[in-house]
């Protein structure tokens, strides 16, 4: 019974911050000049817009018109790209390997 007057206190790691990098563009001397920065992700999700911009009541108020998308850009790429790879490998004809002549086995005279 040793551990009866144990109190156990978990201790949790500290936090950090999260960084993520982002490519920054420059033009220097009239040409683009991209470099990547390391950036802290707070100050890059404090300029994404409110959750509630993108509610259905919130998009029908703004009076633009939605469509339908077409669920063919949800397809799997996955499986695209199998159905590629499966349909030109069927329309390549196998190959016939050329017919091997014997061997003859030398003979001692």
């Not at 063919?72 to 016939?96: G, H, K």
């Amino acid at each position: 019974m040793a551990f009866r007057n144990c109190k156990f206190n978990p201790s949790f790691p500290y936090s950090c911050k999260v960084m993520d990098d982002v490519v920054k563009t420059d033009v220097v001397d009239g040409v683009e000049v991209e470099t990547v920065v390391q950036v802290d992700a707070s100050d890059i999700a404090e300029t994404f817009p409110d959750v509630d911009d993108y509610k259905l009541s919130a998009l029908m108020s703004t009076g633009q018109p939605l469509n339908a998308v077409d669920p063919a850009i949800f397809s799997n790429p996955y499986s695209d790209v199998e159905n590629i790879l499966n349909a030109s490998l069927s329309a390549q004809e196998p190959t016939q390997e050329p017919a091997q002549e014997p061997v003859q086995e030398p003979t001692n005279v």
